[in-house]
C-alpha cells in the first residue's frame, strides 16, 4: 500500500460498500486510488485476508465488484474510525483495470477550486452519503458548477472545519449527535465574529423545542427528518443563487429537477439506518 500512495493520486470519495456473503453488513470508502482503497468499517479483519465486495452508490456509480486483500488494519481513534486499507492483488488484471479506470474517471472529473462549499454535519455514514449524492444531484440538473460538498461526522470536528480557510458558504447540520450537538455548534460558530452572516440548516426529528434554542442564533432554515428530496433543493438553491449573483455569475436553473421523485418521496432510509449505533 505504502508503494500505491506514492505511485497513484487518492480521491477522497464515499462509496457504500457491500460484502459478498455478509450483505447485511456495510462499509465505506474513505478515499480510493488506482492501486486500492481504505474502507471505513467496523467489521474486523485480518492482514492478509481477501474478501469480495461491491462498490455502489445510487445514482453515480455503476456496481463494481472487486475482490480485495487486507493490507492494513486502523484502529478507531478521535476523529478517524475504524476501517482497513485494501488492494486488489496483482493477478486479478481485469479488476485492477476496472478500479484503475474509476481512478482516471474521477481524475478528468475532479473541478477547480470550489466556489461554493457545502459542509454537512452528519455522525451516521450512510445518511450523510445520500444527503451529499442530493446536493451532486442537484448541482447536476440545475447545471451549478464549483459546487463543493465536505462532510463532518461531529460538532467537534465540523467546528474546527467552519473556522479554517478556505470559508465555507453552507452549513448543514443534524441537531442530535453525541459529543457537541448540532444546537451546541451553531452557538459556536455563532460566537465567531467571521461566521456571524454564515446560512445554517439545520435537520432535525424534533419540534418546536429545538427551533426555540436556535432562534436567538439567527436560525431560520428547518428540515424535517425524514429529508426530501426537494425540500432540501428548495433550501440550497437560493442560498447558492443568492451567492453566484452577488458575484455576476448566476446560476442557471434546470427545467428537470427532481426528476422521477414524487412530492411524498423520501431519501428511502431505512429505520434500521436512521440512527448510527452510538444513537440506538
Not at 475532479?110 to 446536493?135: G, I, K, T
Not at 451532486?136 to 479554517?164: C, H, K, N, P, Q
Request: overall charge negative.
Amino acid at each position: 500500500m505504502e508503494r500505491d500512495r506514492r505511485a497513484h493520486q487518492r480521491f477522497p470519495l464515499m462509496l457504500a460498500v457491500q460484502y459478498l456473503g455478509a450483505e447485511a453488513v456495510l462499509g465505506y470508502t474513505e478515499n480510493l486510488s488506482a492501486g486500492g482503497l481504505f474502507i471505513r468499517t467496523e467489521r474486523e479483519f485480518r492482514t492478509g485476508e481477501r474478501v469480495a465486495l461491491v462498490l455502489a452508490l445510487p445514482q453515480l456509480l455503476e456496481p463494481l465488484e472487486l475482490e480485495v486483500e487486507v493490507v492494513r488494519c486502523r484502529d478507531a481513534a478521535p476523529g478517524a474510525p475504524s476501517g482497513v486499507a485494501v488492494v486488489v492483488p496483482e493477478e486479478l488484471t481485469e479488476q485492477r483495470a476496472r478500479l484503475a479506470a474509476l481512478a482516471r474517471d474521477l481524475a478528468a472529473a475532479r473541478p477547480s477550486e470550489p466556489s461554493f462549499r457545502v459542509l454537512l454535519v452528519e455522525d451516521n455514514a450512510l445518511v450523510a452519503s445520500m444527503y451529499s449524492a442530493a446536493l451532486r444531484r442537484f448541482a447536476e440538473t440545475d447545471r451549478v458548477s464549483g459546487l463543493g460538498i465536505e462532510v463532518a461526522s461531529g460538532g467537534e470536528e465540523a467546528f474546527r472545519r467552519a473556522i479554517r480557510e478556505p470559508r465555507i458558504d453552507l452549513l448543514v447540520t443534524d441537531v442530535f449527535m453525541p459529543g457537541v450537538s448540532g444546537i451546541d455548534l451553531v452557538e459556536r460558530i455563532r460566537g465567531e465574529p467571521a461566521l456571524a452572516e454564515l446560512p445554517i440548516v439545520v435537520i432535525t426529528s424534533g419540534g418546536e423545542r429545538e427551533r426555540q434554542q436556535l432562534a436567538p442564533f439567527g436560525v431560520s432554515l428547518f428540515l424535517q427528518k425524514p429529508v426530501k428530496y426537494q425540500d432540501l433543493i428548495a433550501i440550497v438553491r437560493p442560498i447558492v443563487r443568492k451567492k453566484e449573483d452577488r458575484a455576476g455569475v448566476g446560476v442557471p436553473v434546470g427545467e428537470n429537477v427532481g426528476d422521477g421523485l414524487t412530492d411524498d418521496a423520501g431519501m428511502a432510509i431505512t429505520p434500521a439506518d436512521a440512527k448510527p449505533a452510538s444513537r440506538r
